[in-house]
C-alpha cells in the first residue's frame, strides 16, 4: 500500500500568489515524521518543512507552513507568495518511528509546480 | 560548509556493466542513505549506512550493494547492469544529535544520472 499519496496534477501559480500542495499518509505507527522536498530540475532534493507527528503545533518555516491535520493523516504544505524560483516537483515524505536509527523515508510522487510572471 | 558531494554526476554504462557511485557525507554527518529515482516508481529508498554498517535495507536485489568507509564517504554497487538500473541515484547525508530538536532531517546530494544502454 502506498505511504504517501500526492494526487494533484501539474500547477501552474501565479507569481505572488499563495498554493498548497496537498499530501496524505498511511501508518499505524504512534511516532512519525513529515517532510516536505523540493526538487529543481538540477535535481538535487532540497529540505523546506518537517511536521512531527507529536508537534503540538503547525511547523513553519518562512514562506513555507504545513497544515497538520492528524486525524484525517494529512499534512499540506502551504507556499505564500509565490516566486519564479518555486517552479520545481515538491516531494512529500514520511519517517515511520523516532528518528534515531532510521533514516529511511517513504516518498510521493511528487507535485510539479511552475509559477508564472 | 560543504554539502553532500555525489561523483561522478553523470555515466554511461552498457547492460551487464558494473558501476560505482560515490558518496561524501556533510562533515561530521555519520548516517548516508541512497534513494534511486525514476519516472517510473518515484523515489525508493536502498540502504542506509551508519558508522560503517548497514542499518537499514530497503527492497532491492542483491545486485545493489553498498559500503560506507571510517570517514564516512558511502559507495554504492551496481553489478550485472539492466536497462531498468537508468535512474538518478541520490545520496543523503543525516546528523543525528544527542537532544533539542533534531529532526533527522536529510540532507540530499545532486544525485548521479546513471543511463544503462
Known amino acids: 500500500a502506498q505511504k504517501i499519496t500526492q494526487t494533484q496534477p501539474g500547477m501552474f501559480v501565479q507569481e505572488k500568489e499563495a498554493v498548497t500542495l496537498d499530501c496524505t499518509y498511511d501508518t499505524s505507527d504512534p511516532s512519525y515524521g513529515l517532510f516536505w522536498y523540493k526538487q529543481p530540475s538540477s535535481g538535487e532534493m532540497i529540505f523546506l518543512i518537517y511536521q512531527g507527528s507529536y508537534d503540538q503545533q503547525n511547523a513553519t518555516e518562512g514562506r513555507y507552513s504545513l497544515n497538520f491535520q492528524k486525524a484525517r493523516k494529512s499534512a499540506n504544505l502551504v507556499i505564500s507568495a509565490s516566486q519564479l524560483g518555486d517552479s520545481a516537483m515538491y516531494f512529500c515524505?514520511?519517517?515511520?518511528?523516532?528518528?534515531?536509527?532510521?533514516?529511511?523515508?517513504?516518498f510521493g510522487k511528487g507535485n510539479q509546480v511552475v509559477v508564472i510572471p | 560548509k560543504a554539502g553532500v558531494t555525489q561523483t561522478p554526476r553523470y555515466l554511461i554504462k552498457t547492460r551487464g556493466q558494473q558501476v560505482t557511485l560515490s558518496c561524501s557525507p556533510i562533515s561530521g554527518h555519520r548516517s548516508v542513505s541512497w534513494y534511486q529515482q525514476t519516472p517510473g516508481q518515484g523515489l525508493q529508498f536502498l540502504f542506509e549506512y551508519f558508522s560503517e554498517t548497514q542499518r537499514n535495507k530497503g527492497n532491492f536485489p542483491g545486485r545493489f550493494s553498498g559500503r560506507q568507509f571510517s570517514n564516512s564517504r558511502s559507495e554504492m554497487n551496481v553489478s550485472t547492469l539492466e536497462l531498468g538500473d537508468s535512474a538518478l541515484y541520490l545520496c543523503?547525508?543525516?546528523?543525528?544529535?544527542?537532544?533539542?530538536?533534531?529532526?533527522?532531517?536529510?540532507?540530499f546530494g545532486e544525485g548521479s544520472r546513471l543511463t544503462v544502454l
Open positions: 543523503a547525508s543525516s546528523l543525528e544529535g544527542t537532544g533539542g530538536r533534531d529532526t533527522g532531517e536529510l540532507f
Open positions: 515524505a514520511m519517517r515511520e518511528g523516532p528518528h534515531y536509527g532510521n533514516n529511511r523515508l517513504a
